[in-house]
């Protein structure tokens, strides 16, 4: 059964950092690009990095482009996500999903709320 | 990058209906496309892929079409686990845009 489950997310300052990690298990993890979708409250769905199994190759949305840094480890089948330089426009949950072009599975997500 | 519209944004409808959302993409993207199914609380789960390929599991009553700029997602019959947020997604290229989503009410 595939399940992911991600963690790291809280509260945090403007301007602060925070991880977000992604544990991946049920499927040969190093095969598959993974994704992070994000969803601001009451908010539609936004894509905002992408990871190819290798690691070899990042891709990235405008919006988080120099703050984010999408990264995995196929040793941990974990995917990470570094959140820099915080806004409270960055509020949101944060989903991972596995990446076969369509997104077949997705984690329950991790809340992470900016805010003083 | 490729910009997708739905529409519409609200939709009201009773049980036992047949529905229709619209997506359309800002160029053509052949058939990568894809549908989400969103309830409150809960991820994104897959119900179209291809445009037209329904996802294992997934009720019949669910049907996808379309190819380079529109495409229609069909739900006959709505159920009451039915009334949720519809998304389409574009999945040609980086970034994988979706929809700004179509929220499907009980009338």
């Known amino acids: 059964e595939v399940q992911l489950l991600e963690s790291g997310g809280g509260l945090v300052q403007p301007g602060g950092s925070l991880r977000l990690s992604c544990a991946a298990s049920?499927?040969?993890?190093?095969?598959?690009?993974m994704s992070w979708v994000r969803q601001a409250p009451g908010k539609g769905l936004e894509w905002i990095s992408a990871?190819?199994?290798?690691?070899?190759?990042?891709f990235y949305a405008d919006s988080v482009k120099g703050r984010f840094t999408v990264s995995r480890d196929n040793t941990k089948n974990t995917l990470y996500l570094q959140l820099n330089n915080l806004s409270a426009g960055d509020t949101a949950i944060y989903y991972c999903?596995?990446?076969?072009?369509?997104?077949?599975?997705w984690g329950q997500g991790t809340l992470v709320t900016v805010s003083s | 990058d490729i910009q997708l519209t739905q529409s519409p944004s609200f939709l009201s409808a009773s049980l036992g209906d047949r529905v229709t959302i619209t997506c359309r993409a800002s160029?053509?993207?052949?058939?990568?496309l894809a549908w989400y199914q969103q309830k409150p609380g809960k991820a994104p789960y897959l119900l179209i892929y291809?445009?037209?390929t329904l996802q294992s599991g997934v009720p019949s009553r669910f049907s996808g079409s379309g190819s380079g700029t529109e495409f229609t997602l069909t739900i006959s019959n709505l159920q009451p686990e039915d009334f949720a947020t519809y998304y389409c997604q574009q999945v040609l290229s980086y970034p994988r845009s979706f929809g700004q989503g179509t929220k499907l009410e009980i009338k």
């Open positions: 049920g499927f040969t993890f190093r095969s598959y690009a």
């Open positions: 291809s445009a037209s």
């Open positions: 999903a596995k990446d076969i072009y369509h997104f077949d599975y």
């Open positions: 990871i190819i199994g290798s690691g070899g190759s990042t």
């Open positions: 160029q053509g993207i052949s058939s990568y």
